[in-house]
């Protein structure tokens, strides 16, 4: 790194007395050089090592998660084989190819801002823009698909809806709902777990939120008799299905949750980036915005890479 | 004295009626909106030293409580809530920020000889996420508190009735975010805003610890962050990650919560070590002794800080292979912790040494952490450790570190540039005063805890047996004794505003950059691009009866170009 900084500094001219004085020759000729750099140069090396390490955060930031995963997995392989059918692989092909090619508009985004090319730049971030949110349509039809299932996460995994309206109760109170009866199963052990301590240590006990009536009605019915005929859930009605099965699909939703979270981050910051290259801020002097978020974008991509084939395409 | 017609940009710069960033602009938006890296530290500091205050408090609260066996004024409950305040409060508001936010954001760019760090705007970001994350916690008191301890160990975490968990759990989660944008901008300041002649050796030491502490910031919080985030959907959602009732795994969440935490431990003590590098040398007037050494055993704690975090979980069912490398790594810690006390050691050997306030501390800070330091060997040791785990030696050891290390370092460091940021003098008696009434009192308190401890004394525990009752009325005296030295630092700094006389540019004869701007520093540090010569030569620094200073004369300054020359073989001659 030294090295390169030398270098920049090797390709300011006049640097020395000059550098007191608040606007050099360079800050006259750049309008968007800061105070505090020489050249442009420096500016935008400092910026892109700032996106660089913020990646490396990102990257830690995801890391405990595949950690996670790594644990979980070992831990119950069988879980993963089996609740891995239940993942739409067609569905997650399509929006792994989706946010592909979304990262190649992307980047001829960057070709384009560097070459002054205003219109084609505007128009490869649309595109990208437009990539995001297709890859957030499909995964909504994923999730809603398999929260009808109640492929979800905790103990609602294994609570069946008596009928349409007593799911869509529960559906409605979606983040509420399961805390609830969680409580109220909480001493209950999960289908085919050993009662491993539930005694001892008890699972959350939803802290300032009460227990609807509701909510305890449904978790009667889990406690009640199971008929596996009755039930439109088919991981409900499977005897193979390995004892912790939910920790499959809570570990799905807490990754794909965070990566769509940064998907939509994703799509505030290029719809950032369209106004300014709109209003004409980016040429071949000054893309660094354009630059950064591409970087950006390039990594909420390949954490997608690594989690559809991890989730996928594991069976 | 000899008078030298050779340019001497300092003389200029000491002009204290000039314009200097404290005038530059008025008003409360110059301050709030202020991208000015000199204004954000001040504001740190004002912000740290306060949540200092809040957490000191509860410290003197769970001691008064400590007094005597059963209840001595509160409950258990509060008394929970007393201690997991106190432990929050004073490692995520107060040390982890205090050094490199404050004084590193004052100092840091005035050092490498730069105008502000990479990202003015970003810093500014920092500085109101530390304030988010701070409200969060208060919040968190207002409805209701919470008695994890500052660990949030589940599967407590997740159960407890307390009302303010996920409230503080989000307030660190910010808080995290603060520090690792602070760490980022340090790394990209100090690789991209060298001036010409600013070498990676030529840096002094401060700089070089704040760098390392920097990577352990960008590259361990957002651990921590995650691992909040996956705890407060939890206790929220349910989703049993952490839940064994439920396949889960509570030891995964202290693997999670370790590998930021441990490394957390030397965004603490890391960047207290680059200020008594400084204090040591500038006080004895005499070269730092292995500066590369020095250097390169910051880099070397930055790095083993991330492999070590087993050892705080010997007792959690880990394996014994496991427990056996994280014990031999945890020894290892000692390598380049120890390089650095012997070159302390060594600088202060035939130095002139002057007795200062900053210096002091300095004193008390080698005293201190080696206690600390070698306490750390016991607790890293497995057998020893299975007995003194969760008992008031561990306490004691860290308190050591953290407070009786860390700490000291940045109230010796916010000495050190006190006449610098403020550009007047305290008085130097009564601030020595309170420097010795501060270790006696943090003596008093924590080395007795090593005896109640070793005894079997458990921590956080409310009630205690008689026997253990002498020890505990001793540390709660300490504690009464620091916070008298504390009270009367303050009172000193408060006074110094008021009627402390002027301060010279350069009142300690430092030599690094920062001694040569005003105090305090124009708005853009430096009027001139100062030369930059080796920062630990005090060959060319004389004191100037006129401006009451001392004057860096690099007319006198004969070995400048072979300067990290000679550097490198007085750490050649250590190793």
């Given at each position: 790194?030294?090295?390169?900084?030398?270098?920049?500094?090797?390709?300011?001219?006049?640097?020395?007395?000059?550098?007191?004085?608040?606007?050099?020759?360079?800050?006259?000729?750049?309008?968007?050089?800061?105070?505090?750099?020489?050249?442009?140069?420096?500016?935008?090396?400092?910026?892109?090592?700032?996106?660089?390490?913020?990646?490396?955060?990102?990257?830690?930031?995801?890391?405990?998660?595949?950690?996670?995963?790594?644990?979980?997995?070992?831990?119950?392989?069988?879980?993963?084989?089996?609740?891995?059918?239940?993942?739409?692989?067609?569905?997650?092909?399509?929006?792994?190819?989706?946010?592909?090619?979304?990262?190649?508009?992307?980047?001829?985004?960057?070709?384009?801002?560097?070459?002054?090319?205003?219109?084609?730049?505007?128009?490869?971030?649309?595109?990208?823009?437009?990539?995001?949110?297709?890859?957030?349509?499909?995964?909504?039809?994923?999730?809603?698909?398999?929260?009808?299932?109640?492929?979800?996460?905790?103990?609602?995994?294994?609570?069946?809806?008596?009928?349409?309206?007593?799911?869509?109760?529960?559906?409605?109170?979606?983040?509420?709902?399961?805390?609830?009866?969680?409580?109220?199963?909480?001493?209950?052990?999960?289908?085919?777990?050993?009662?491993?301590?539930?005694?001892?240590?008890?699972?959350?006990?939803?802290?300032?939120?009460?227990?609807?009536?509701?909510?305890?009605?449904?978790?009667?019915?889990?406690?009640?008799?199971?008929?596996?005929?009755?039930?439109?859930?088919a991981h409900l009605a499977d005897p193979?299905?390995?004892?912790?099965?939910?920790?499959?699909?809570?570990?799905?939703?807490?990754?794909?949750?965070?990566?769509?979270?940064?998907?939509?981050?994703?799509?505030?910051?290029?719809?950032?980036?369209?106004?300014?290259?709109?209003?004409?801020?980016?040429?071949?002097?000054?893309?660094?915005?354009?630059?950064?978020?591409?970087?950006?974008?390039?990594?909420?991509?390949?954490?997608?890479?690594?989690?559809?084939?991890?989730?996928?395409?594991?069976? | 004295?000899?008078?030298?017609?050779?340019?001497?940009?300092?003389?200029?710069?000491?002009?204290?009626?000039?314009?200097?960033?404290?005038?530059?602009?008025?008003?409360?938006?110059?301050?709030?909106?202020?991208?000015?890296?000199?204004?954000?530290?001040?504001?740190?500091?004002?912000?740290?030293?306060?949540?200092?205050?809040?957490?000191?408090?509860?410290?003197?609260?769970?001691?008064?409580?400590?007094?005597?066996?059963?209840?001595?004024?509160?409950?258990?409950?509060?008394?929970?809530?007393?201690?997991?305040?106190?432990?929050?409060?004073?490692?995520?508001?107060?040390?982890?920020?205090?050094?490199?936010?404050?004084?590193?954001?004052?100092?840091?760019?005035?050092?490498?000889?730069?105008?502000?760090?990479?990202?003015?705007?970003?810093?500014?970001?920092?500085?109101?996420?530390?304030?988010?994350?701070?409200?969060?916690?208060?919040?968190?008191?207002?409805?209701?508190?919470?008695?994890?301890?500052?660990?949030?160990?589940?599967?407590?975490?997740?159960?407890?009735?307390?009302?303010?968990?996920?409230?503080?759990?989000?307030?660190?989660?910010?808080?995290?975010?603060?520090?690792?944008?602070?760490?980022?901008?340090?790394?990209?300041?100090?690789?991209?805003?060298?001036?010409?002649?600013?070498?990676?050796?030529?840096?002094?030491?401060?700089?070089?610890?704040?760098?390392?502490?920097?990577?352990?910031?960008?590259?361990?919080?957002?651990v921590l962050a995650i691992t909040l985030?996956?705890?407060?959907?939890?206790?929220?959602?349910?989703?049993?990650?952490?839940?064994?009732?439920?396949?889960?795994?509570?030891?995964?969440?202290?693997?999670?919560?370790?590998?930021?935490?441990?490394?957390?431990?030397?965004?603490?003590?890391?960047?207290?070590?680059?200020?008594?590098?400084?204090?040591?040398?500038?006080?004895?007037?005499?070269?730092?002794?292995?500066?590369?050494?020095?250097?390169?055993?910051?880099?070397?704690?930055?790095?083993?800080?991330?492999?070590?975090?087993?050892?705080?979980?010997?007792?959690?069912?880990?394996?014994?292979?496991?427990?056996?490398?994280?014990?031999?790594?945890?020894?290892?810690?000692?390598?380049?912790?120890?390089?650095?006390?012997?070159?302390?050691?060594?600088?202060?050997?035939?130095?002139?040494?002057?007795?200062?306030?900053?210096?002091?501390?300095?004193?008390?800070?080698?005293?201190?952490?080696?206690?600390?330091?070698?306490?750390?060997?016991?607790?890293?040791?497995?057998?020893?450790?299975?007995?003194?785990?969760?008992?008031?030696?561990?306490?004691?050891?860290?308190?050591?570190?953290?407070?009786?290390?860390?700490?000291?370092?940045?109230?010796?460091?916010?000495?050190?540039?006190?006449?610098?940021?403020?550009?007047?003098?305290?008085?130097?008696?009564?601030?020595?005063?309170?420097?010795?009434?501060?270790?006696?009192?943090?003596?008093?308190?924590?080395?007795?805890?090593?005896?109640?401890?070793?005894?079997?004394?458990?921590?956080?525990?409310?009630?205690?047996?008689?026997?253990?009752?002498?020890?505990?009325?001793?540390?709660?005296?300490?504690?009464y004794v620091m916070a008298v030295g504390?009270?009367?630092?303050?009172?000193?700094?408060?006074?110094?505003?008021?009627?402390?006389?002027?301060?010279?540019?350069?009142?300690?004869?430092?030599?690094?950059?920062?001694?040569?701007?005003?105090?305090?520093?124009?708005?853009?540090?430096?009027?001139?691009?100062?030369?930059?010569?080796?920062?630990?030569?005090?060959?060319?620094?004389?004191?100037?009866?006129?401006?009451?200073?001392?004057?860096?004369?690099?007319?006198?300054?004969?070995?400048?170009?072979?300067?990290?020359?000679?550097?490198?073989?007085?750490?050649?001659?250590?190793?």
């Amino acid at each position: 790194m030294s090295h390169a900084s030398s270098a920049v500094e090797g390709q300011r001219p006049g640097h020395g007395d000059a550098h007191g004085h608040a606007h050099s020759a360079e800050h006259a000729k750049y309008s968007f050089l800061a105070h505090h750099f020489e050249t442009p140069a420096q500016q935008f090396d400092s910026a892109k090592l700032g996106m660089w390490l913020f990646l490396a955060t990102e990257v830690l930031f995801f890391g405990a998660l595949f950690v996670g995963y790594a644990v979980l997995r070992s831990r119950f392989p069988e879980v993963f084989s089996y609740a891995s059918h239940y993942l739409d692989t067609v569905m997650g092909g399509i929006n792994t190819g989706v946010l592909i090619l979304s990262s190649l508009t992307m980047a001829l985004g960057v070709y384009f801002a560097q070459r002054g090319k205003k219109l084609a730049l505007i128009i490869c971030l649309w595109l990208t823009m437009a990539g995001a949110a297709g890859f957030l349509v499909i995964k909504y039809f994923e999730y809603s698909h398999k929260i009808h299932a109640h492929l979800v996460w905790g103990p609602t995994f294994y609570i069946p809806p008596h009928d349409e309206a007593n799911a869509a109760a529960n559906l409605g109170q979606a983040p509420v709902a399961p805390t609830t009866a969680a409580a109220a199963v909480a001493v209950v052990p999960i289908a085919g777990t050993p009662a491993v301590d539930a005694s001892v240590i008890r699972p959350a006990n939803a802290g300032p939120a009460g227990i609807s009536p509701s909510a305890a009605d449904h978790s009667l019915a889990a406690t009640g008799d199971i008929i596996p005929h009755e039930m439109p859930e088919a991981h409900l009605a499977d005897p193979a299905m390995p004892p912790n099965t939910h920790l499959f699909f809570a570990i799905y939703y807490a990754m794909t949750g965070l990566h769509g979270i940064h998907v939509v981050i994703g799509m505030v910051v290029i719809g950032m980036l369209i106004y300014r290259a709109t209003r004409g801020d980016f040429g071949p002097n000054y893309y660094t915005p354009v630059d950064l978020v591409g970087l950006y974008w390039h990594i909420v991509d390949l954490v997608w890479i690594f989690l559809f084939p991890l989730f996928y395409l594991i069976h | 004295m000899t008078t030298i017609e050779a340019p001497r940009h300092d003389i200029l710069d000491t002009t204290a009626t000039g314009d200097n960033y404290l005038t530059h602009s008025r008003g409360f938006l110059s301050w709030a909106l202020t991208l000015d890296h000199k204004r954000i530290g001040v504001m740190y500091l004002v912000a740290v030293l306060g949540s200092f205050l809040l957490g000191g408090v509860f410290a003197l609260l769970l001691r008064t409580e400590l007094l005597t066996p059963g209840r001595t004024f509160v409950d258990a409950d509060t008394y929970n809530q007393f201690f997991t305040l106190h432990g929050a409060i004073m490692v995520f508001l107060v040390i982890i920020p205090s050094i490199p936010a404050a004084l590193g954001n004052f100092v840091l760019p005035i050092m490498l000889g730069a105008k502000d760090v990479a990202f003015p705007r970003l810093n500014l970001a920092s500085f109101y996420l530390w304030i988010g994350g701070a409200l969060f916690t208060l919040y968190s008191l207002a409805v209701g508190g919470f008695d994890t301890g500052w660990t949030f160990y589940t599967p407590y975490s997740t159960t407890t009735t307390t009302g303010g968990v996920i409230p503080v759990l989000m307030g660190v989660f910010i808080l995290g975010f603060s520090s690792i944008f602070t760490g980022l901008n340090f790394i990209v300041t100090i690789h991209k805003l060298r001036p010409p002649g600013m070498t990676w050796f030529r840096m002094p030491l401060f700089l070089w610890a704040l760098y390392s502490t920097a990577l352990i910031q960008v590259l361990a919080t957002p651990v921590l962050a995650i691992t909040l985030c996956l705890l407060i959907v939890e206790r929220t959602l349910n989703i049993g990650i952490f839940n064994p009732t439920m396949g889960g795994d509570p030891v995964l969440y202290q693997h999670f919560f370790w590998f930021y935490s441990h490394p957390a431990v030397y965004i603490m003590i890391v960047p207290g070590m680059g200020i008594i590098s400084e204090i040591i040398a500038v006080h004895a007037h005499r070269h730092i002794f292995g500066y590369r050494f020095i250097a390169y055993s910051s880099v070397a704690i930055a790095m083993f800080s991330f492999i070590v975090w087993g050892h705080h979980m010997f007792t959690s069912g880990q394996s014994g292979l496991m427990n056996t490398i994280f014990s031999l790594i945890s020894f290892s810690v000692a390598i380049p912790s120890a390089v650095k006390t012997f070159n302390w050691v060594v600088t202060l050997y035939k130095g002139t040494i002057s007795l200062t306030a900053p210096m002091m501390y300095g004193l008390a800070f080698l005293f201190l952490f080696t206690i600390g330091g070698l306490t750390g060997l016991h607790c890293a040791t497995l057998a020893t450790d299975v007995h003194l785990h969760d008992t008031y030696f561990v306490v004691a050891h860290f308190h050591y570190v953290m407070m009786g290390s860390a700490l000291i370092a940045m109230i010796g460091g916010l000495h050190h540039w006190w006449p610098k940021m403020t550009g007047r003098m305290y008085h130097e008696g009564t601030a020595i005063a309170a420097c010795v009434l501060v270790f006696i009192g943090f003596n008093l308190t924590f080395f007795t805890q090593f005896m109640l401890g070793s005894q079997g004394m458990p921590r956080r525990y409310y009630d205690y047996q008689p026997e253990f009752q002498t020890y505990h009325v001793i540390s709660t005296i300490g504690a009464y004794v620091m916070a008298v030295g504390f009270v009367t630092t303050a009172v000193c700094l408060i006074q110094s505003l008021i009627s402390g006389k002027r301060a010279p540019a350069n009142p300690w004869g430092g030599a690094s950059l920062e001694w040569q701007c005003a105090s305090p520093p124009r708005h853009d540090n430096f009027e001139h691009q100062p030369t930059v010569g080796d920062c630990y030569n005090f060959a060319p620094v004389v004191w100037d009866e006129k401006l009451q200073g001392y004057v860096v004369d690099r007319a006198l300054d004969t070995d400048m170009p072979h300067a990290s020359h000679g550097s490198h073989s007085h750490g050649g001659g250590h190793s």
